[in-house]
């Protein structure tokens, strides 16, 4: 797995080498590693990095002095190079070194407040836009977030950040309005805990992390980002001796009159993520609907059946049967996975080290709500992690938040994100494949025996394996819910 950090573990981490004297080798390091990756996208861009033209959004702070670095160094490779101050100062020998190269600058710092004088600031700058290659934004750094005041870029410009796009929140991924979304974010030291959730997730692009010597003194991480690799040793493997029971058998709760088709998707999603067996428990037209899609799966007539781990919720409405049978698995104590409207029936108390609870955002303000914390979806939009984080506690439960960077917490706070999620996944349907993937891979793993670090890792690999069913179904021609089902548990890249 990849460690990240938040951006206050970064500046902890800096602060020390900055005592020994390190800073500017810091700096300089920092600035090589943007430069490079700049000129990588300007050859695979545009074929040269001689003759390009670059313009760098330069801040006040170290931020700004990295990216002036950074365009000596283009500079020094015939790369035009102009830095465009968006604040009064800039940092001494950044700018010095820049200039020694042969940079241009231009200033946007005039009098003027409002609208009007916003114009005025940035005509100059303006104008440099029009005719460059690739925009450097390096205004904000770790230290700062919020709000920024920076000319307007050209849409089809392509964007690099340096460490991360200036006004996100680097601890939380927390993003202003208007943020400038980069098509890179280079990034230093460690990967960022704002680049991996939230808007931050959104703005960053892709990126790249620069080394500058931080590992031995980064502490421990914040989150850890799961892997391919991570996901094939967390996954469990037959060994060619097991029978069906020895498999692992899930117990479904799943479906409705009203929502019949919840039923089929987590069914069929169960059996072809290779669960040993399934036992389904659902009203009549349901259970007709997966007798026929899923003919291998076996109808149970109670919540009392023997199982190794139950998956409820999908397309359960309001079925007073339905959520009966929710109340009696979790009294039972049994390993389960709760999703969609089993999450309404769910109590506070009835929480425990072998529940993995599935919500969207809605779902969790909703479930803070019964703890008593008032937040809005809004609000943990903006620092998902940390609302997580609040539920697994408040529940004793392992909480798995979907979204754009699917984000998996124990009680005790370890948490593993997965950001193998494509656009593709937000369509009705794809929750409830979720659900069927899940349960399979917890009835057919020791994962809820092992602690809730184990049941972590178990559904981080679960919304990893759900995004390699996307993608693969996006390669085949089309997307919904019904083919993400066939093809769960399959590898898509």
């Excluded at 460059?132 to 709000?147: N, P, S, Y």
Aim: one cysteine or more.
């Amino acid at each position: 797995m990849i460690n990240v950090y938040t951006g206050t573990q970064i500046r902890a981490a800096e602060a020390g080498l900055i005592e020994e004297g390190q800073g500017p080798g810091l700096m300089r390091t920092a600035a090589h590693g943007l430069a490079h990756h700049a000129m990588l996208l300007l050859r695979a861009r545009y074929g040269s990095v001689y003759g390009a033209r670059v313009a760098g959004l330069i801040g006040t702070g170290n931020n700004g002095g990295d990216g002036l670095f950074a365009l000596a160094r283009l500079a020094g490779r015939g790369v035009a190079c102009t830095a465009i101050l968006v604040g009064d100062r800039a940092h001494p020998e950044a700018l010095e070194a820049f200039r020694r190269a042969g940079g241009r600058v231009v200033s946007g710092t005039v009098p003027g407040s409002g609208a009007r004088g916003r114009t005025r600031r940035f005509r100059a700058a303006t104008d440099v836009l029009r005719d460059v290659d690739l925009v450097i934004d390096a205004i904000l750094g770790t230290g700062a977030r919020g709000r920024v005041a920076r000319p307007d870029v050209p849409a089809h410009l392509p964007v690099m950040a340096c460490d991360l796009p200036s006004g996100v929140d680097a601890d939380t991924g927390a993003a202003p309005e208007g943020t400038l979304a980069a098509d890179v974010t280079v990034t230093f030291g460690a990967l960022k805990t704002g680049l991996c959730v939230g808007a931050g997730r959104l703005h960053a692009g892709r990126v790249e992390v620069v080394d500058i010597g931080l590992d031995a003194v980064l502490g421990h991480p914040d989150l850890r980002i799961v892997g391919t690799s991570d996901v094939e040793t967390v996954t469990p493997q037959p060994t060619g001796s097991e029978h069906k029971y020895s498999r692992g058998v899930l117990g479904l709760i799943a479906g409705s009159d009203r929502y019949p088709g919840a039923a089929v998707l987590a069914a069929t999603a169960a059996v072809n993520t290779a669960v040993g067996m399934l036992r389904t428990l659902a009203p009549e037209r349901p259970a007709q609907l997966i007798a026929s899609a899923v003919p291998e799966a076996v109808a149970t007539e109670g919540a009392d059946a023997r199982v190794d781990a139950w998956a409820m919720g999908p397309g359960i409405g309001e079925d007073a049967v339905q959520k009966a049978a929710v109340e009696q698995v979790l009294a039972s104590g049994q390993p389960a996975v709760v999703d969609a409207s089993a999450l309404r029936v769910l109590q506070p108390a009835q929480g425990h080290a072998q529940l993995v609870l599935t919500p969207h955002a809605g779902e969790l303000e909703d479930l803070l709500g019964r703890l008593g914390v008032r937040v809005t979806a809004e609000d943990i939009a903006a620092d998902p992690v940390r609302w997580a984080r609040w539920a697994a506690v408040g529940y004793s439960s392992v909480v798995l938040l979907k979204g754009h960077s699917t984000i998996c917490v124990a009680p005790d706070g370890y948490t593993v994100v997965s950001l193998n999620g494509p656009a593709a996944l937000a369509t009705a349907g794809s929750g409830d494949v979720l659900t069927g993937m899940l349960g399979a891979m917890l009835a057919t793993s020791d994962a809820a025996g092992r602690g809730t670090r184990a049941l972590v890792e178990l559904a981080a690999a679960a919304a990893y394996r759900h995004g390699d069913a996307a993608r693969l179904a996006g390669r085949k021609g089309g997307f919904g819910a019904g083919r993400l089902a066939q093809l769960a548990g399959r590898d898509g890249l």
